[in-house]
């Protein structure tokens, strides 16, 4: 019961940073009467004692779902989403949902029919995007872990910018399943926290194989295990990425000083090449943006939220619908979609986009499989100014340049806090490793955290 008044009282102290759509108090006391119950008579499971929030994209039955978006205002789910429904099978505590970007779409959780989240570091900078409000929730003692989504860096980025844990696991280790749909082969559940344990335990209650998801994985969960301090690891940073223009001379230094530390540790670090950088976001966006054009083709005002009123036929009820439920963002990705998607442009967008996608999967994987971990900076810069983006979508896309890549590639990444920069703003440092190393990332976050 602590646990939960402790997190509540956190939450209204920050109520102005916007990290919840909605605290479900009431229902997280009573649960937690509950779970004190059981653990008086040793009936807990592995999670009481608990608190996680959810990002508005994921399904808890007959509770809103909204993903930040008008056109799904008032929608409530009808089904639990796997992942969630393990945890509460181990009696985690719910005490909200979080703010996000409409859909996941966004860089800033500026897009959101919730308001903008604030930093709570400094609240005239945005907490990143789309997993805002988990990563600010996390950072100002709201809950103990966050369950967010990260198709493109929505779990790593906002982490980076808010001092906190953010976890991207492998594509397939956690079921989908009542995660609302943003680009289908690039989504995962993403996990934010401030303590490798109780993370590693999350995760190792939320992977797995689900028959009501076709492309979770069968591969065995494996057990965190504590960090072995001794282990010397070969690690590499991707050298055109800590060269690029995009980086603030304080990102770039912070990571040379970790990079060095490491050396000085015994490990050995190498520079890697990746020229093919440069492919990585616009590939991202065309794929992305065709796969949502695909699945968010179903928010037509019949089966799902709101509907428009003054429609005079069917097909203006849904152009009405959809052109007043989805913001600017959502749309111009529809758009986007749609025109990769179209007969004539086909072949040079979307199935180019596809054949680049297995260059820089295999890239990617040619190096993870000779190195133990891959470093870069987790975003090129530390938090903007809220508004500072609006209007150039392009300059939004650029702090997504770092997270896209173990999102194209499919493989787990993980970002870990390594200080601030001159004005207290997080840094954060993004490892990424082979399919399935999720504990290996974690273990190395926990040596990592106490270098620092
Ligand atoms: N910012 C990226 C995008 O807008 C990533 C979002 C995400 O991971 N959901 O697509």
């Known amino acids: 019961m602590e646990v939960v008044e402790n997190s509540l009282n956190n939450i209204s102290k920050n109520s102005a940073v916007n990290a919840f759509a909605e605290i479900y108090a009431d229902e997280a006391k009573e649960r937690a009467r509950e779970i004190d119950a059981k653990l008086a008579d040793d009936r ?39 992942a969630i429904q393990r945890l509460l099978d181990e009696d985690a505590i719910i005490i909200g949902r979080n703010n996000c970007d409409e859909f996941g779409m966004g860089s800033s959780n500026e ?49 980076a910018f808010c001092g906190v844990l953010g976890l991207k696991p492998t594509y397939s280790r956690i079921s989908r399943y009542g995660l609302i749909a943003y680009a289908s082969s690039f989504d995962t559940i993403g996990i934010l926290g401030k303590s490798v344990d109780d993370m590693a335990l999350v995760l190792s209650c939320m992977a797995g194989y689900d028959p009501h998801d076709a492309t979770s994985s ?3 969960v494996q057990n965190f295990t504590r960090p072995d301090n001794t282990t010397k690891y070969k690690i590499a940073y991707v050298k055109d990425a800590l060269m690029h223009d995009s980086l603030s001379t304080e990102v770039r230094d912070r990571t040379h000083e970790q990079l060095e530390a490491l050396t000085n540790e015994g490990h050995q670090v190498e520079p890697l090449d990746f020229e093919l950088l440069e492919y990585l976001l616009p590939t991202y966006y065309i ?155 974690l273990s190395f976050a926990n040596y990592l955290l106490s270098l620092n």
């Not at 004692?49 to 994209?57: E, Q, R, S």
């Not at 929730?137 to 493109?152: P, R």
């Open 287 to 441: 794929l992305t943006c065709a796969e949502a054009s695909s699945n968010l083709a179903r928010y037509d005002g019949v089966r799902y939220g709101e509907r428009a009123k003054d429609a005079n036929n069917l097909e203006e009820m849904y152009e009405l619908t959809r052109s007043v439920g989805f913001g600017e963002e959502v749309k111009r990705r529809i758009l986007t979609g749609t025109f990769v998607l179209s007969a004539d442009y086909y072949d040079s967008y979307f199935s180019k986009a596809q054949k680049v996608r297995r260059l820089l999967r295999d890239e990617t994987a040619r190096a993870v499989s000779k190195y133990d971990f891959l470093i870069t900076p987790t975003t090129p810069t530390t938090a903007f100014k809220l508004g500072e983006h609006a209007a150039d979508p392009l300059a939004m896309y650029l702090s997504d340049l770092l997270t896209v890549q173990a999102s194209v590639a499919g493989i787990p990444a993980l970002s870990v806090p390594i200080g601030n920069d001159e004005s207290g703003l997080p840094i954060g440092m993004q490892i990424m490793a082979d399919n399935f190393q999720e504990n290996k990332l």
């Open 44 to 82: 807990a499971g592995r999670l009481a004692g608990l608190v996680i929030a959810i990002k508005d994209n994921l399904c808890l039955n007959n509770h809103p779902a909204e993903a930040a978006s008008a056109i799904l205002s008032g929608s409530k789910a009808v089904y639990t989403a796997t």
């Open 111 to 159: 897009n959101s029919k919730h308001g903008p989240v604030k930093n709570p570091v400094d609240p005239s900078r945005v907490a990143g995007g789309s997993s805002g409000g988990s990563a600010a929730a996390v950072a100002y003692g709201g809950c103990h872990i966050a369950i967010g989504s990260d198709t493109g860096g929505s779990g790593r980025q906002p982490a």
């Open 218 to 220: 069968r591969q065995k």
